[in-house]
């Protein structure tokens, strides 16, 4: 049959890799095992699926032969008197798994365990991004601004940590299920974010993450139904991925949301988004997914970017940032306040950022376009072209590119040419 689609085997892994990940974990009681044993079987499949076609259940076909590698290994292996029960188990397993079956779903398992106290907080996240969202460690490495070999390092100690601890690979009781849940939707919001944010490729959006997000985020809401941050959680990706379908043109590129159709936002979405976030405010413990969930409701119900009620959305960023003062909050207030305030004063605020966000890409690009809001072109032209330098995102760039030429449009002398990221 020739060769395989190396691209189905891609998405196939793209989009089941957490639950397929959760399933091996759970039976093999070792994360990097685990992950060493699911790229076997997709090396594998690069060479079988090719042969003699592609499975009827290519998720079900992963796993059995993940499962089989770690037969292999634990048969190998110099200690494998130490995994006699084990590998027993795995053998019985597989000598009845003739037939292809549903995996069973172990992710909010997974991402519990991830998020365990005994991890720090930005292990926890790191892990669960790596092993259930299946972002590669350098993506994660440059969402913490950390080198690729730094984050490896945190990555590998976290997967021995869990292992000589024994950390259980279990959803916590209700006695400690509420210190582990801050941390457990600060993950799904970070993978969602990913999702909808990319940080390379050809496009920003990842519609496999941004679903892996939402599936977790209504599993959380199943498990904790009187959360009113949960709820707030849920509404906020509801409220967001509703804009997915206009946030590219149809050759791929960037559609900021200005300038978006708002003709096919997914309306039942944006429904069901602000039902939650009026029944989570209403709980009386206001967090700050609620708050971002109230911001996104507002864009999501304007019939326009100029029916946009700005000033509400100023005064939810104002509560989130007493909530949380982290400086991209304050970006954003910032940013909002343009629109009420004007770009003056909101340049003002942005400038007082720039040694906190230096590297931060978004931070650029929205001061260049406040810069050339007030038509200062020449900054405006040097910050689009640091923005474009700091994104590994090509539709982005291509944007941002479109920006600079509009820029460069009304101040032809420009010293930096036309290609200033052409090097």
């Known amino acids: 049959m020739g060769a395989p689609d190396n691209n189905l085997v891609a998405a196939t892994?793209?989009?089941d890799r957490g639950r397929l990940m959760a399933a091996l974990i759970a039976r093999l009681g070792d994360f990097q095992l685990a992950e060493d044993c699911l790229q076997d079987a997709v090396e594998a499949a690069l060479i079988h699926w090719g042969r003699s076609g592609v499975p009827d259940n290519p998720q079900a076909w992963l796993l059995r032969v993940?499962?089989?590698?770690?037969i292999d290994r634990?048969?190998?292996?110099a200690r494998s008197r130490a995994y006699a029960a084990e590998l027993a188990a795995l053998e019985r397993e597989d000598d009845a798994m003739a037939v292809p079956h549903d995996i069973p779903d172990h992710r909010l398992r997974l991402i519990f365990t991830c998020c365990h106290p005994a991890l720090e907080r930005k292990t926890r996240v790191a892990l669960t991004l790596r092993t259930l969202g299946g972002l590669t460690t350098d993506e994660i490495a440059r969402a913490f601004l950390d080198k690729p070999a730094t984050m490896a390092q945190r990555l590998s100690r976290a997967r021995k940590k869990i292992q000589t601890a024994a950390i259980p690979f279990t959803i916590p009781d209700d006695a400690n299920l509420p210190e582990r849940v801050s941390s457990v939707l600060t993950v799904i919001y970070l993978i969602f974010n990913e999702g909808y944010a990319a940080t390379e490729g050809d496009a920003q959006l990842r519609v496999d993450l941004c679903e892996e997000a939402l599936f977790?985020?209504?599993?959380?809401?199943?498990?904790c139904p009187d959360d009113a941050e949960v709820a707030g959680l849920l509404a906020l990706i509801l409220l967001t991925h509703a804009?997915?379908?206009?946030?590219?043109?149809?050759t791929g590129g960037y559609v900021p949301l200005k300038a978006q159709d708002r003709g096919i936002w997914d309306r039942a979405a944006i429904e069901e988004g602000r039902g939650l976030v009026e029944w989570a405010l209403a709980q009386g413990r206001v967090g700050r997914f609620q708050l971002q969930a109230?911001?996104?409701?507002?864009h999501g119900e304007a019939a326009s970017a100029a029916a946009t009620d700005w000033r509400q959305i100023v005064a939810l960023y104002r509560l989130l940032a007493r909530m949380s003062p982290e400086p991209v909050v304050r970006l954003n207030l910032a940013l909002a306040r343009a629109e009420v305030d004007g770009a003056g004063?909101?340049?003002?605020d942005v400038d007082h950022l720039e040694d906190a966000l230096s590297a931060y890409q978004p931070f650029h690009a929205a001061r260049a376009e406040l810069l050339a809001r007030l038509d200062h072109l020449g900054e405006a032209e040097l910050a689009y072209a640091r923005a474009i330098s700091l994104t590994q995102v090509r539709s982005e760039q291509a944007f941002l590119r479109g920006q600079l030429a509009l820029v460069q449009k009304k101040r032809p002398s420009s010293r930096l040419g036309r290609s200033p990221t052409g090097r």
């Not at 993940?66 to 770690?70: L, M, N």
């Not at 634990?74 to 292996?77: E, P, S, T």
């Not at 977790?216 to 498990?223: E, G, V």
């Not at 804009?243 to 149809?250: H, I, K």
């Open 243 to 250: 804009r997915r379908a206009a946030r590219m043109d149809d």
């Open 66 to 70: 993940a499962q089989r590698k770690a």
């Open 294 to 298: 109230a911001i996104a409701a507002l």
């Open 345 to 348: 004063q909101a340049l003002a």
């Open 13 to 15: 892994l793209r989009m």
């Open 74 to 77: 634990f048969r190998r292996d």
């Open 216 to 223: 977790l985020a209504r599993l959380m809401w199943q498990l």
